[in-house]
């Protein structure tokens, strides 16, 4: 590729004979003629294939990508600064809003984050509920992941399929939190709430009938020559690669490298569930979508053993200075009132120093880390945000293919644009 | 429904006529025409363009309410539907994508977000769509519901359908930006973007 | 608690409340210690988790940069932080060249802390658009609600060019950044398109 000519505003002024103001270019090339030209495409922030509002600056050699720089940040919202300001339970609302398509997995990563660094242990039917919760929102992420990506690569048809399953995880969602997107499950030392009675069939129904749907899905896509042929061989990684760059979650797996978080730092009682890590092969998109529609059959499998396994008991840990006292006893027990007022008025303080607890997002490898200075607001609270490092490695990947390509591996990387810009 | 026409009963025959005024009927015909087929432009950023989608899905499906095409060219667009939090840096472009809408063209702001700012009342996020845009129906919800996304539809086909196109003030007049680059004078953008409630007490970092 | 692997450039340690080791180690001798950490057998942390920086409330604390490194042959986990004071300069190396996973999250730290990289090949801002007048937001100088008011922010965002970065010059500039000078760098980093000045007075 040759060098264009640089001309920059910003180059060394000079004065040319008349003593006027002059660019001075900084380095000289022959001008390209037309058939060695490269255009410039914008694809972008507003865009029905980013998913979400990413901005991607193209440098087209006809149609092949030569060069793909992404830019980020149009939906930064300042979550870290605002969970300066915020107490331990009121930044979990923050956290359902960052990766919104898999609100409880998020709600679930803060709070264990929360609790490693107040030193709280949560009791065993919190767990179990807390990995149904990390499950369905496994479903649901990669639902989303489906219909979107099918769309993007022409088939609009497993998108209803894939929401109308969406659809039956959310009403159990708002028969657990009364909210259908924005749950804010967990609280600091247990959950707002114990699931409803008919919770557990309506699990089992869906548990049952789930994989149906996934074997049409799987049907209509899989051995489609359309499907494979857009989707074999384009954007792989390999596994040093994909190391180097810090990817995690079903990008890693399709290239090989077996790290689940789930089975390597196991949280939540994970390492006595039986379920597989999906690894894939070659790391193109073909690979990540196997990855993720095999995930969703496991966590069919997990949420049928945790259903199996739930035990009775409370949900929250029975420690007044952290989870707040019911009404009656608030209303009635002078000791349970200041416990309600402490904790609403001034918070939980957290002890000095810090914890950092990574989960496993649909995404990746979801980080919080906390910082705190013995307040009841944390002095650092940061993401790790699975989706953000997932797509810096789309550069590498897109180079050499074709404009299509990039919408194919564009989607494959599963970036969620609320977590990439937080 | 206003009264648009009335019959004439001629003695000896059959009422035959149909009497209306001329404007009725204009405006009836345009206007409905117009709300029942608004083709929306997705302005989706955040989580309520995932509730958006699922009022596109088989569930709830706004095709029934005349949405059928999506227009993702504003050019092709009626009415923009932001559906989401809008922060600064992406305030340029909801500018220029609404400019870049033909008239006539109608604004929903879905959600907290795009209304007032939402939970965000920080330095990266524009306090309501409509310091920057002329907004014309807004839906309350984080994230609204379906069906609640559907009744703010609902209301604009009401509102189009209530708009006159003999108007003496001319509703369909393009609402540029001032030579300073704001829509609205810069006390009114700040007395809009004021924290109220709780925000008004959640500054203090500890 | 385990012995306390042999960094270059160490100054101390500690363990977190979640256990892990923190690693504190000298700005000078940083990428020393991170190439030792990556390359040496035995250590291996060929995976970079995280990189970002904390500034506490107390302003007698120096801001920390923390690098999250793993191992992922060994399954181990390690800390690094370098502690930089306010007052003087806010850089450090960039570890890009051992991990190119660092290169977007450097340069988030630099947007919102103001912390630059050395030997960074494109530290620009990332999260905020690069005019961003403001200052660097997770400092905690810097107000929750931005320095500006409401109808400033909104002006300067409205007038800001989307098309700025949309131009053959973004990508020959990029190659060339080599060979640009240091100051002009810094100018384009800021992301001045600077103006010609008036020619000198014949």
Redesign the interface.
């Known amino acids: 590729m040759s060098?264009?000519?640089?001309?920059?505003?910003?180059?060394?002024?000079g004065?040319d004979a008349e003593?006027?103001?002059?660019?001075v270019p900084?380095?000289e090339a022959a001008e390209p003629g037309l058939a060695e030209e490269?255009m410039?495409v914008?694809i972008g922030?507003?865009?029905?294939a980013t998913h979400?509002?990413l901005r991607l600056?193209v440098?087209l050699d006809g149609e092949t990508v030569v060069?793909c720089?992404p830019?980020?940040?149009?939906?930064?919202?300042?979550f870290?600064?605002?969970g300066?300001?915020?107490h331990y339970n009121q930044i979990i609302?923050?956290t359902?809003?960052t990766d919104?398509?898999s609100p409880m997995a998020n709600n679930v990563g803060f709070a264990l984050a929360a609790e490693?660094?107040m030193?709280i242990e949560i009791t065993p039917r919190c767990t179990v509920l807390r990995v149904i919760a990390c499950e369905m929102s496994r479903i649901i992420s990669h639902m989303?992941w489906l219909g979107t990506t099918s769309i993007d690569l022409g088939a609009f048809t497993p998108?209803?399929w894939a929401?109308?399953e969406?659809?039956r995880i959310?009403d159990l969602q708002e028969m657990w939190t009364g909210a259908?997107?924005?749950t804010s499950l967990t609280r600091v030392g247990g959950l707002m709430a114990d699931i409803p009675d008919n919770f557990v069939d309506k699990l089992r129904d869906f548990i049952r009938t789930f994989p149906k749907t996934l074997g049409e899905i799987d049907r209509v896509l899989t051995r489609n020559a359309v499907w494979a042929g857009r989707t074999q061989g384009v954007g792989a990684l390999t596994a040093a690669e994909a190391?180097?760059?810090?990817?995690s979650g079903p990008m890693l797996r399709a290239s090989g490298?077996a790290?689940d978080v789930r089975k390597?730092?196991p949280y939540l009682g994970y390492e006595t569930y039986d379920f597989d890590v999906v690894v894939g092969e070659h790391g193109d998109v073909f690979d990540r979508y196997l990855v993720r529609l095999e995930e969703c059959h496991q966590s069919n499998r997990i949420l049928q053993q945790a259903l199996d396994r739930l035990p009775e008991g409370p949900i929250n840990v029975d420690d007044p200075r952290v989870i707040l006292p019911s009404k009656t006893r608030a209303m009635s027990d002078m000791e349970a009132m200041i416990f309600h007022f402490k904790q609403v008025m001034e918070g939980v303080k957290a002890?000095v120093?810090?914890?950092?607890?990574?989960i496993e997002n649909p995404k990746g490898?979801l980080?919080t880390?906390l910082?705190s200075?013995g307040?009841?607001?944390p002095?650092?609270w940061?993401i790790?945000p699975p989706s953000?490092?997932n797509?810096?490695a789309l550069p590498?990947m897109a180079q050499g293919h074709l404009l299509s390509d990039l919408i194919a591996i564009n989607a494959s990387v599963d970036i969620v644009?609320?977590e990439v810009?937080? | 429904m206003k009264h648009v026409a009335t019959t004439k009963a001629v003695s000896g025959q059959s009422p035959n006529y149909l009497v209306a005024k001329f404007q009725d009927l204009v405006n009836w015909a345009v206007n409905s025409s117009r709300a029942n087929s608004l083709w929306p432009m997705p302005f989706g950023t955040a989580c309520c363009a995932i509730e958006f989608m699922a009022t596109a899905a088989s569930r709830f499906d706004f095709a029934r309410f005349g949405m059928e095409r999506q227009a993702f060219s504003p050019r092709q667009a009626d009415v923009l539907i932001c559906a989401g939090r809008l922060p600064f840096k992406l305030a340029p472009v909801i500018r220029r994508i609404y400019d870049q809408m033909p008239q006539p063209k109608w604004v929903i702001s879905m959600g907290a977000c795009a209304s007032t700012g939402g939970v965000f009342d920080n330095y990266a996020m524009v306090q309501g769509i409509d310091t920057i845009v002329p907004v014309d129906v807004y839906v309350p919800g984080c994230p609204p519901r379906p069906e609640g996304l559907l009744y703010g539809i609902l209301l604009l086909h009401k509102k189009i359908k209530g708009e006159s196109l003999f108007d003496a003030v001319k509703r369909r007049d393009e609402q540029p930006l001032d030579d300073k680059g704001l829509r609205l004078a810069p006390e009114t953008i700040d007395e809009i973007s004021e924290p109220f409630g709780n925000s008004v007490h959640q500054f203090r970092s500890s | 608690m385990t012995s306390l692997p042999p960094v270059p450039g160490a100054v101390r340690t500690e363990v977190a409340r979640d256990g892990e080791t923190i690693v504190f180690v000298q700005r000078e001798r940083l990428l020393e210690a991170m190439t030792w950490l990556k390359e040496t057998p035995g250590q291996e942390f060929d995976y970079l988790v995280d990189v970002t920086a904390v500034e506490f409330r107390d302003r007698e604390r120096p801001l920390e940069v923390v690098y999250f490194l793993r191992s992922l042959k060994r399954r181990a986990d390690i800390r690094i932080k370098v502690e930089l004071n306010a007052a003087d300069e806010l850089a450090v190396d960039s570890v890009f060249h051992l991990w190119q996973g660092a290169d977007w999250l450097e340069r988030e730290v630099f947007d919102m802390f103001g912390i630059t990289f050395r030997g960074h090949p494109d530290l620009r801002r990332i999260l905020m658009w690069e005019t961003y007048a403001e200052g660097y937001p997770l400092r905690k100088s810097f107000p929750l609600r931005g320095r500006f008011s409401r109808a400033e922010q909104v002006r300067q965002a409205l007038n800001t060019n989307p098309e700025a970065n949309y131009s053959l010059e973004e990508l020959s500039i990029a190659e060339a950044a080599g060979d640009l000078p240091d100051d002009m760098r810094d100018r384009l980093r800021r992301g001045e398109r600077g103006v010609i000045p008036d020619p000198p007075n014949p």
């Open positions: 060098k264009r000519t640089v001309e920059l505003e910003l180059a060394t002024p004065v003593g006027r103001a002059t660019r900084l380095t490269h410039l914008n922030p507003q865009h029905p979400g509002v600056v440098e060069r720089i830019h980020l940040g149009y939906l930064h919202s300042g870290e600064k605002l300066e300001y915020r609302p923050l359902d809003r919104y398509l490693k660094l030193g989303v998108f209803l929401f109308q969406r659809e959310y259908r997107l924005t190391i180097n760059h810090s990817l490298v790290y390597d730092k002890p120093g810090e914890a950092y607890v990574g490898e980080g880390y910082v200075d307040t009841a607001k002095v650092r940061r790790r953000f490092i797509l810096s590498r644009m609320g810009d937080r």
